[in-house]
């Protein structure tokens, strides 16, 4: 089902020694006049391959989806295969499928090859071990276990010898809804470059093709390289030679005189070892002039700018609807600032500081944990379950102290709160807001998702100084701190007011806890929350009471925490979560069906949301979940996808990384024939239906 590019150069001078060997051999056996022992090397085809192959199903296959199965290769040593187009030598990979009725295979996609040069001759090959991935579709009608099998035909070389191989791989699948996944899997997709939405340009000149590759500026290019599946196009082994021009990278390769005619040119640029992007190109004009690109650096957008985009970004993060639940917190500290010039300003840099180096933990947490091979983004920490127990016992524990139930020392507003509180309520204020991605945030978080580690925590720095902003900036200019009433009663009042947006977000909190784990997880997290809240209500709220029952009280409250946090542990494994159907018609994200749903002519909406971004959840209900969009969608015959990002999910990850995005919300508009528009984090009620209108 898959067929090879042509060679351009097979190496029939390595491999003859080999040939003349085994027809010696075989001659003797025919005479039988051979040794048992000089009968060995005849039989090939029973020994092993210098390159084993493997057939990997990624999980059992659900009925109408698409199953994804890897060829695992694993070369031994001084061994190596070839990419999809071998370069001056050898030959690709071939697939003769056998597959059940109505399944069928797609094409194959392998990882970013190395570059060999032997004698002046440039070979794509992979020299460890690798998995080359084929994407599988379903039919609806599939049942039991499936049997799947292909006739696998490869090149396995040395650098002095070639041999033909071959090996039928076999595979039985069982067919059902659900199933653990091969683990594996998550480095070998990683390792898959992932493709370029927009399409490239590229011009045959007399000597040389050029290729246009729009690409984001902030994207660092270490080690660039163009693979091209097109043979006999270019001279593999010449140096190419790379220039920015605006938003587009171009390659200029030297020619072979060959392929004039071509109408699509397909291949991987790397960006540096292991790391790259496939990509498109139709003819095209491509820009002239630029800078030059060095093979040891690549050029990055202005770092002031990007430092600037997180600076405003931070601040507009003050006004998104994420951000309300924790207004509570900086509306007590805006009223005690209003005390003296010297608190006001010595409470406005510990906020600041606690809000900086929160940011300064969650960046670098990130980056460390992206840096190991973890498939995460912004605001991973609501992701996780334990996590979300926690800030919901806090949530509870706030919304208790703002109601009167008992005073917290942090929060109080009887006495002075000091730096110390003012640094806590920062920590919390930015652990809790910058799970959702406002504007300008965007471009900055993604940016440092792929800029050396120091400038990448710089971003995150200043994202945390916007957030901090307006108090730094209350603190330090009297005439704003003169705009706050005085201290006085109505202070207390103004708390307990406070108390219901803060015991909403302990509710969104407990929602979310039943939306990554169900309702046995919820309830028990409600448990652990109410439990924690009574010893707190008893230790400082119930003071006028005998301390022998006090003791024992708050004892019992946390023997009854512990009991439900060790008899519930399951309950803190993440589970995938459902998508609730909505008024829109929309299929769950895939990257496979949004590339069909966009070579069908049809427009295309996208959209990526969490149940913990409450910036998703208003536009979702202002904009999205309408009457009035989906009767506009049906009428234009707009195809819509959602991503939930809820729970973690490697492949949102990995699209979200391709876009530039480091989170949620992400809106996707394809005009047919178009390469895509990323629209505004903020959607009016309007947006989507005059898109749908213009087709």
């Not at 399944?103 to 032997?118: F, K, S, T």
């Not at 007399?206 to 097109?230: F, G, K, N, R």
Request: net charge negative; charged share 15%; hydrophobic share 50%.
């Amino acid at each position: 089902m898959h067929a090879s590019p042509v060679p351009s150069r097979f190496p029939f001078g390595q491999l003859l020694p080999a040939l003349l060997a085994t027809l010696m051999a075989l001659l003797l056996a025919l005479l039988g006049t051979a040794p048992a022992a000089a009968q060995l090397p005849v039989s090939m085809p029973a020994r092993a391959n210098n390159i084993a192959a493997e057939l990997v199903a990624q999980a059992p296959a659900r009925p109408g989806e698409e199953l994804t199965l890897a060829i695992l290769f694993t070369p031994e040593p001084r061994w190596h295969g070839y990419w999809l187009n071998p370069g001056d030598a050898g030959y690709g990979m071939t697939l003769e499928w056998s597959l059940p009725e109505g399944w069928q295979a797609g094409e194959p996609l392998y990882p970013v090859p190395e570059r060999l040069l032997i004698s002046g001759l440039m070979n794509h090959v992979y020299e460890g071990q690798y998995a080359v991935l084929v994407p599988l579709r379903v039919p609806a009608s599939a049942s039991g276990i499936a049997p799947l099998q292909v006739e696998a035909e490869w090149l396995a070389c040395t650098d002095e010898i070639c041999v033909p191989e071959s090996a039928t791989l076999t595979l039985r699948v069982p067919v059902a809804q659900q199933g653990a996944q091969d683990p594996r899997f998550d480095n070998w997709l990683a390792a898959i470059p992932p493709l370029l939405d927009q399409p490239a340009r590229f011009a045959l000149g007399p000597q040389a093709l050029s290729v246009a590759i729009p690409l984001p500026p902030s994207l660092e290019l270490a080690d660039p390289h163009l693979y091209l599946a097109t043979s006999q196009l270019v001279d593999y082994a010449a140096p190419q030679r790379f220039r920015r021009a605006g938003a587009w990278l171009v390659a200029e390769i030297p020619r072979k005189g060959l392929a004039s005619d071509a109408a699509q040119l397909e291949g991987i640029l790397q960006l540096s070892e292991g790391e790259g992007l496939r990509f498109t190109a139709m003819p095209g004009a491509v820009p002239a002039g630029g800078e030059p690109v060095g093979t040891a650096a690549g050029a990055v957008a202005p770092l002031w700018l990007l430092l600037g985009g997180a600076l405003l970004g931070g601040l507009l993060l003050n006004l998104m609807p994420c951000v309300f639940p924790i207004l509570s917190l900086k509306a007590l500290t805006l009223a005690r600032s209003g005390e003296s010039a010297g608190k006001a300003r010595a409470e406005a840099l510990a906020y600041t500081a606690g809000v900086v180096l929160a940011c300064l933990a969650l960046g670098g947490l990130l980056l460390a944990l992206r840096a190991g091979g973890t498939e995460i983004g912004w605001a991973f920490q609501l992701q996780e379950p334990g996590v979300v127990v926690s800030l919901l016992v806090l949530a509870v524990a706030i919304t208790a102290n703002f109601a009167g139930l008992y005073e917290l020392p942090s929060l109080s507003i009887t006495r002075a709160g000091g730096r110390s509180s003012a640094f806590a309520t920062g920590l919390l204020a930015a652990f809790v807001a910058t799970p959702c991605t406002g504007p300008f945030m965007a471009a900055a978080i993604g940016a440092a998702l792929l800029l050396p580690p120091e400038q990448a925590l710089l971003l995150f720095a200043a994202l945390g100084l916007g957030l901090a902003l307006p108090f730094l900036a209350l603190g330090f200019v009297p005439a704003l701190r003169r705009l706050i009433p005085r201290p006085g009663p109505w202070m207390d009042k103004f708390r307990r007011v406070l108390a219901v947006p803060m015991g909403l977000t302990a509710l969104a909190l407990l929602w979310l806890a039943w939306r990554l784990g169900g309702a046995e997880f919820a309830l028990g997290a409600a448990g652990i929350a109410l439990a924690v809240l009574a010893v707190l209500a008893l230790l400082w709220g119930r003071r006028h009471q005998p301390a022998p029952q006090l003791r024992w009280a708050a004892a019992a409250s946390g023997l009854a925490a512990i009991v439900l946090v060790v008899s519930t542990a399951r309950w803190f494994e993440p589970r995938a979560s459902e998508s609730e159907a909505g008024i829109l018609a929309a299929a769950p994200f895939n990257e496979t069906a949004l590339a069909r749903a966009r070579a069908s002519g049809q427009p295309v909406f996208v959209w990526f949301t969490a149940d913990w971004c409450l910036t998703c959840k208003v536009n979702e209900s202002v904009a999205i979940e309408r009457e009035a969009t989906r009767a506009a969608f049906e009428q234009a015959g707009v195809v819509a996808f959602r991503g939930d990002w809820t729970s973690r999910d490697p492949a949102i990850t990995r699209f979200l990384t391709d876009q530039g995005a480091a989170g949620v919300p992400l809106y996707l508009w394809y005009a047919p024939g178009d390469a895509g528009e990323v629209l505004p984090q903020v959607l009016t009620p309007s947006m989507l239906t005059a898109l749908a209108e213009q087709g």
